[in-house]
C-alpha cells in the first residue's frame, strides 16, 4: 500500500513539475495498455449503447463459444460514446476494440476519418443488404424503427401518423428522447427534417405542444407505461418489451413510415486483438447471435430467426429510409433546429 | 509544568535541537506529508487553475445556458440551505431543550436522510410524488390534473433540504451542549415565555453555527449531482453541476474541458468566498464557558402532545415513505400496472441482484472505498497529529491545505482530476477515483485526528522525549497511538461516504470501474426504473442498519 502510494505521489509530482512548468503542447502518452501476460486471456473492451441486461446477455453468449476472450463492456448513451472515443483520440488512443451503437452515420465518420477496420463478417450474405455497408467498414446488427407509442388506458383512440402529433390535442401529452444523448434521436430528426411531408415546419408545430424531452428511449418508454405522458415517440422493442411485462401500452407505426437505425458493429483500427473483436462481430449477425436478439425483442437483421412475439415484419411496416449520405449531411443541423425549437 | 523543565533548563542545547529540526525524522514526515498534499489537494487545483487561467473563456460563461445554471445553482443551493437550517435548528431545539416525548427514537429517524445518499432518495422520493405516484394518480382521476409533482425547481430545492437538514441539526445540537442552560433558565425566571426564551437568548447565541451551517450546506448542495440530475433535468431546470455533466459527456460545446475548468474555478471562488465569510462572521461569535448545569428542558405544556405527534408525523414522512416507495417501485410487476396484491414480484428484485455490472460496480466501490479510507487514515493521522503537536508555519499550511477540499464542490475536484489523468496516465483506470476521493474525503480523517489531540495534553510525549525518545518516536509512540481511534474513526466514515458516492464517479468512470452509484443512476438513465429502484433500495437499508449497529454499540 505505502509503496504504491509513494510511486504514485513521485509520478504525479513529475507529472506537476511539467504541468506547472507551462508545458501545455505535449500530451504524452504515458497509457500502458494493460498487459496480458498473465494469461493467454485476451481481453476485449466494447463499446455499446444497448441496454445493460441486453449486452450482458450478448456477452454471455458469445463468452460460451469463445471462453479465453474476456469481454469488458462500457455502456452509455451514444452521444456519451463518441465524446469518449474523441477524448480519448485527443488522449492518445482509443480504448474501446469494437463499437456498437445507434446510428451509421456515426459509423461513416470514422471510417472517412480512418478510425475503422476494413471487415465484412463470415455470413454477410445471409443478411439484408440495407445494413451492410458496401465499403466493408461496419455491418448492421439489429433493426430498430423509432414509432409512436400510447398508453392504452388513457388513449382511446391513438395518433396513426407523425403529423396528427402536432396536433394540439396533444399539448403537454408528448414525451420524447434527447437526440443530444440518444443517436437513435439523433438519426430521426435527421429523417424528420428531411422528409418532405415532414420537415422542419413540422418539428416547429410538435415542438408547440410543448412535448417532455426525456433523456434517452428508456425513460420515455416508462413515462408512456406509467401514463405520465401517455403518448410518445419511441424505439419499438421498448414498447413490447414492457406490454409484454403488463404494462398499459401499444405501438402504432405511423402511415409516413417509420424511420429505423441498424446499430452497427465496427472495429476500431486502434485494436490490439483484431481476431477477437472480429469474433464478436461475427457473432453478433449470426444465426445465434441474431436469435438472441429476437429474443431480446428486437427486429433481426437476417430472414432465417423469426420475429418477435409481436412483431411486424420488415415488408408489413412502411419503412422511411432516405440516402444516408443526405441524412448524415442533415444531422448535425437537425439536431441544432431540435434544440432550438425544444431545448 | 515540569517537563517543561528540561527545555528551559538548557536553552543553547533547545537551539541546537531547533536547528536540526529540519533534517530530523519530524522534518522528513512533514516534507512526505506536504508531498501527499502537493499531490492530492494542490496539484488537482492548480491544474484547474492553470487550464482556466488564460482568461479566453470568460466570454464563455455569459452564454446564456451557463448564466441560467449558474443562477439555477445559487438559488438551489442557497433555498434549501436556508429551509434546512430552519428545519435543522428546529429539531435540534425541540430535541435538545424540551420534553417532547419519544425523543431518542425521532433523533435517530431524523437522522436517517444524511445515510441515503441524496440520488437514492431522488428515485426514492419519485415514487412518492413523481407524476405518476398514487396520489398524483388518485388526484389526477379526480380532478383531471397531478395535485403536485415534483420534477423541477421545487422538487430540486425540497429534496436537498432533505439531505441536508440532518447536517444543521449536528451542528446545532453540538453547539447547543455548549450553551448553558442557565441562561435560558434566568430568562425564564425573569418571566419570558418558552418561545420569547429561544427567540431572545438561545438564537442570538447559536447565530454563528447557524451561519456556519448554511455555509456547509449550501457549498455542499452547490456541487450535488445525482437530485438535480433525477428531479431537476427533466424539467429542463439546468445546474452548474448537470451543465458540467452534459458538457463533458454529449459533445454538444468545443473545447468542454477548458471552459468547464472555467466554470469550476467560479465555483470554487464563490465557494471560498463563503467560507471566508464563515470564518469573519465566526470570529466575531460569542464563547462560553461549557455549564455543569443539568439542561432544563423547557415544558411545552399542552403542546406537547401535538407537537410531538406533529413531529413524529413529519419524520415517518420524510425517512420511512422513501423507503416504502423504493420498496413498492421494486416489486411491481411493470410500469403503469395498478398497485395490487396480484402486481407484485420478486422477479425484479432478482434480475437486480443478477446484474453483473451492478455487483462489478458494488465491488469497484467497496475496493476504492477501502483503499481510499486506508490512503485517507494513514494521511490524515499523520497530518492531524504533526498539526496537533508540532508548531511552525509549515505545519499549519499542511493543516489548511488538507482541509481545503471541504470547501471544493465534487463537481469541481471531478473536472480538476479529468484535467491531469491523462499527463498522469490514470485515464480511464479506476486510479483516478481513487485519486479523487483521497482529495476530496482527507479532510474528515484529518479534522477528526486533529480536533481530539489539539484537546489533549502533550505531557505523556514530553515524558517520552525527556526519557530520551526522539522526536519522531514520541510522535508515532504516544500521539499516533492516541489519535489512532480518531483516525479510524475518520476512516470508516470515508468508506461509508465513499462506497456509495455519485458526484465525481459519475465523470470520472471508465470501462471497468463503474462504481456502484453510477451503475444504479445509469439503470436509472437507460429505463430501467425497477433494478434502479431494487439496488437504490439495498443501499439504504445496509447503509442504514450499519450505521443502527454502529450507534447501537456506542450507546
Known amino acids: ?343 | 509544568m515540569t517537563t517543561l523543565a528540561p527545555r528551559t533548563a538548557d536553552p543553547a542545547s533547545n537551539r541546537v535541537r531547533g536547528a536540526r529540526r529540519r533534517v530530523d525524522g519530524v522534518g522528513a514526515l512533514t516534507g512526505v506529508l506536504w508531498a501527499a498534499c502537493a499531490v492530492f489537494v494542490a496539484l488537482p487545483i492548480a491544474a484547474l487553475i492553470v487550464l482556466a487561467g488564460d482568461g479566453r473563456r470568460i466570454h464563455t460563461l455569459l452564454q446564456g445556458d451557463v448564466l441560467e445554471a449558474a443562477l439555477n445553482s445559487v438559488v438551489s443551493a442557497t433555498a434549501s440551505a436556508f429551509f434546512a437550517v430552519v428545519l435543522g435548528t428546529t429539531f435540534a431545539l425541540l430535541l435538545d431543550r424540551t420534553d417532547l416525548p419519544g425523543r431518542g427514537g425521532l433523533r435517530l429517524l431524523a437522522l436517517t436522510p444524511l445515510l441515503m445518499p441524496p440520488f437514492v432518495g431522488a428515485i426514492a422520493w419519485l415514487g412518492i410524488a413523481g407524476p405518476t405516484s398514487p396520489v398524483n394518480l388518485w388526484w389526477r382521476e379526480a380532478f383531471g390534473a397531478p395535485l403536485w409533482s415534483i420534477y423541477g425547481a421545487d422538487g430540486v430545492i425540497l429534496l436537498l433540504t432533505v439531505h441536508s437538514y440532518p447536517i444543521v441539526m449536528l451542528v446545532v445540537s453540538a453547539a447547543l451542549r455548549r450553551i448553558p442552560s442557565d441562561l435560558e433558565h434566568a430568562a425564564r425566571i425573569s418571566g419570558a415565555g418558552p418561545l420569547r426564551t429561544v427567540v431572545a437568548v438561545t438564537l442570538p447565541l447559536l447565530r454563528p453555527a447557524l451561519l456556519s451551517s448554511f455555509i456547509l450546506v449550501a457549498v455542499g448542495n452547490l456541487a450535488d449531482f445525482g437530485i438535480p440530475s433525477i428531479i431537476g433535468l427533466p424539467e429542463r431546470y439546468v445546474t452548474l453541476a448537470t451543465l458540467v455533466y452534459r458538457y463533458l459527456q454529449s459533445g454538444t460545446v468545443e473545447d468542454p474541458l477548458g471552459i468547464v475548468a472555467t466554470i469550476g474555478v467560479v465555483v470554487l471562488l464563490v465557494a471560498l468566498a463563503g467560507l471566508v465569510v464563515d470564518a469573519v462572521v465566526g470570529r466575531g461569535g460569542h464563547e462560553l464557558d461549557t455549564s455543569a448545569v443539568v439542561v432544563e428542558r423547557i415544558s411545552l405544556g399542552r403542546a406537547r402532545t401535538s407537537l410531538g405527534a406533529a413531529m413524529w408525523i413529519l419524520v415517518l414522512l420524510i425517512t420511512v415513505l422513501p423507503l416504502v416507495a423504493l420498496l413498492t417501485q421494486t416489486l411491481l410487476r411493470a410500469p403503469g400496472v395498478p398497485l395490487a396484491w396480484e402486481n407484485l414480484t420478486l422477479d425484479h428484485l432478482i434480475t437486480a441482484l443478477g446484474s453483473q455490472t451492478a455487483l462489478t460496480g458494488a465491488a469497484n466501490s467497496l475496493m476504492l472505498a477501502g483503499l481510499a479510507a486506508v490512503v485517507c487514515g494513514v494521511l490524515g493521522l499523520g497530518i492531524g497529529v504533526v498539526t496537533a503537536r508540532t508548531t511552525g508555519r509549515a505545519r499549519r499550511g499542511l493543516a489548511a491545505t488538507a482541509t481545503l477540499p471541504q470547501a471544493i464542490p465534487g463537481i469541481v475536484i471531478a473536472v480538476a482530476w479529468l484535467i491531469l489523468a491523462p499527463r498522469l496516465g490514470l485515464f480511464n483506470t479506476p486510479w483516478l477515483i481513487l485519486a479523487a476521493y483521497i482529495t476530496s474525503f482527507l479532510a474528515l480523517v484529518v479534522q477528526s485526528v486533529a480536533a481530539p489531540l489539539s484537546a489533549t495534553p502533550s505531557s505523556a510525549e514530553e515524558a517520552a522525549r525527556v526519557a530520551g525518545a526522539s522526536r519522531l518516536r514520541a510522535l508515532i509512540d504516544i500521539s499516533c497511538r492516541m489519535a489512532l481511534p480518531a483516525a479510524l474513526s475518520g476512516a470508516v466514515l470515508v468508506a461509508v461516504t465513499a462506497v456509495r458516492e455519485l458526484t465525481l464517479s459519475v465523470l470520472l468512470l471508465s470501462p471497468g470501474s463503474q462504481t456502484l452509484g453510477v451503475a444504479i443512476f445509469n439503470f436509472q438513465q437507460a429505463g430501467a426504473f425497477s433494478t434502479a429502484s431494487a439496488w437504490s433500495l439495498i443501499v439504504a437499508v445496509v447503509g442504514i442498519g450499519f450505521i443502527g449497529l454502529a450507534t447501537r454499540r456506542q450507546a
Open chain 1, 1 to 343: 500500500m505505502h509503496t504504491s502510494r509513494t510511486t504514485l505521489a513521485l509520478a504525479a509530482l513529475g507529472a506537476a513539475a511539467v504541468t506547472l512548468a507551462g508545458c501545455a503542447g505535449t500530451s504524452g502518452d504515458t497509457e500502458s495498455a494493460s498487459s496480458d501476460a498473465a494469461s493467454e486471456t485476451t481481453t476485449l473492451t466494447v463499446y455499446t449503447s444497448e441496454p445493460q441486461e441486453k449486452i450482458d446477455e450478448i456477452v454471455a453468449a458469445f463468452g460460451e463459444d469463445h471462453p479465453n476472450v474476456d469481454v469488458e463492456v462500457f455502456r452509455a448513451g451514444t452521444g456519451d460514446l463518441t465524446t469518449r472515443v474523441a477524448t480519448e483520440r485527443t488522449a492518445g488512443e482509443i480504448q474501446a476494440d469494437v463499437f456498437l451503437a445507434a446510428d451509421a452515420a456515426t459509423f461513416e465518420d470514422y471510417a472517412a476519418e480512418g478510425l475503422l477496420v476494413e471487415y465484412t463478417p463470415a455470413d454477410a450474405d445471409a443478411l439484408l443488404t440495407d445494413v451492410v455497408d458496401p465499403e466493408g467498414y461496419y455491418v448492421g446488427t439489429r433493426i430498430i424503427p423509432t414509432v409512436i407509442a400510447y398508453n392504452t388506458s388513457v388513449i382511446d383512440a391513438p395518433p396513426e401518423s407523425w403529423q396528427e402529433l402536432a396536433d394540439p390535442a396533444y399539448a403537454d401529452q408528448l414525451v420524447m428522447p434527447n437526440p443530444d444523448v440518444s443517436g437513435a434521436a439523433a438519426y430521426n430528426a435527421a429523417v424528420w427534417s428531411t422528409t418532405p411531408e415532414l420537415g422542419d415546419e413540422w418539428l416547429a408545430a410538435l415542438a408547440e405542444n410543448n412535448p417532455v424531452i426525456a433523456d434517452s428511449n428508456g425513460p420515455t418508454s416508462q413515462a408512456i407505461a406509467t401514463g405520465a405522458q401517455p403518448v410518445g415517440v419511441v424505439v419499438d422493442y421498448l414498447v413490447r418489451e414492457l406490454a409484454a411485462q403488463g404494462s398499459p401500452i401499444d405501438v402504432s407505426y405511423p402511415s409516413e413510415g417509420v424511420p429505423y437505425v441498424s446499430q452497427p458493429a465496427g472495429i476500431f483500427a486502434d485494436t490490439d486483438n483484431e481476431e477477437a473483436a472480429k469474433a464478436f462481430v461475427d457473432f453478433l449477425v449470426s444465426e445465434r447471435g441474431q436469435q438472441l436478439a429476437v429474443e431480446q425483442s428486437y427486429l433481426p437483421v437476417r430472414s432465417d430467426v423469426g420475429t418477435p412475439e409481436g412483431a411486424p415484419t420488415m415488408d408489413e411496416i412502411a419503412i422511411l429510409s432516405p440516402d444516408l449520405e443526405t441524412v448524415q449531411n442533415a444531422q448535425d443541423a437537425a439536431v441544432e433546429t431540435f434544440r432550438d425549437l425544444f431545448l
